[in-house]
């Protein structure tokens, strides 16, 4: 018997994914007794390909905290490419109940049109409803633009209310810029009040830089609603609420190390952050790509 080849990370906190070439993604963690017993596994497999049509079936099992099966999920997914980049994905999720039998929890279609820079992407979610049938319960619209130093994105959420209308819930702008090693994304999300309009609600602003060794750092800071509890002004904008510092290097062995630490606002000062802590640490051995 030839042993699989896999590759594995390993967390400071405890646990460890493991990954086979046969699409098997397998997270460990430890239970109360020391051992090591599954917390969720997938796999993932092409059923059938005929011309352009792809179908694949990706099952995830969650285990519970000792080691049996608690949920599982299938997902089938069909998906069609078009001419000059155009495509349509159709998915069915399939959800076991406690006795574990399983049934369709939701329908998923994306169909997305590329003319020139511009790609535009529509999905529509359906999901039970309370009589049995299907009913669309969500639909995105992204529009997408490739740039000569980025690009820009901008997508629109559409949920349904209690009557049955869709209303527009949220929408969101991102734009990239690229310029020699650094990267810097401004990502910007409007929500509806109670009035249906939409207002600023947070911001997410991120930098990465790739140094000529192959290893990066990716700064991101989040601005958001305060909730401190003190009062301000409705048209105040969002606060910083939170700075995450991303660093990635490859050690001397060949594995991957990434360090990750964050800062939130002080408790006596909003207005300050706090010295930065560090908050995880993975180690990834075996296919793990570029750092």
């Known amino acids: 018997m030839v042993a699989s080849a896999q590759s594995s990370v390993t967390y400071s906190g405890g646990g460890t994914v493991v990954s086979t070439k046969e699409g098997v993604i397998t997270d460990l963690r430890q239970s109360i007794n020391g051992r090591e017993v599954p917390l969720e596994q997938m796999e993932q497999k092409v059923i059938s390909k005929s011309g352009n049509t792809t179908v694949t079936e ?55 049109h590329k003319s020139g820079s511009t790609t535009v992407t529509e999905t529509q979610v359906e999901k039970p409803s309370v009589n049995g049938s299907f009913d669309v319960a969500e639909k995105r619209t992204l529009n997408s633009q490739t740039l000569a130093d980025g690009k820009k994105e901008d997508e629109t959420v559409y949920l349904r209310d209690a009557n049955g209308r869709l209303y527009t819930a949220q929408r969101s702008a991102t734009e990239e810029k690229k310029k020699g090693n650094e990267t810097v994304s401004n990502t910007a999300v409007y929500e509806a009040g109670v009035n249906g309009d939409l207002s600023l609600a947070r ?14 750092v990716e700064e991101t800071e989040l601005f958001g609603r305060a909730s401190d509890g003190r009062a301000r002004e409705s048209s105040a904008g969002p606060q910083l609420t939170e700075k995450r510092v991303v660093e990635t290097q490859k050690a001397s062995d060949g594995s991957v190390v990434k360090r990750e630490s964050v800062q939130l606002p002080s408790a006596n000062d909003p207005g300050r952050l706090t010295a930065p802590r560090t908050v995880s640490e993975t180690v990834c051995r075996g296919e793990c790509g570029k750092p």
């Open 58 to 112: 990706q099952t995830v099992r969650h285990y519970g905290p000792n080691g049996q099966v608690v949920l599982t999920e299938r997902i089938v997914t069909e998906s069609t490419a078009g001419a000059n980049g155009d495509s349509t994905v159709k998915a069915t999720t399939y959800r076991s109940d406690v006795s574990g039998n399983m049934a369709q929890a939701e329908r998923k279609t994306v169909e997305t």
């Open 203 to 216: 911001q997410k602003v991120a930098k990465t830089t790739v140094k000529p060794d192959g290893s990066s």
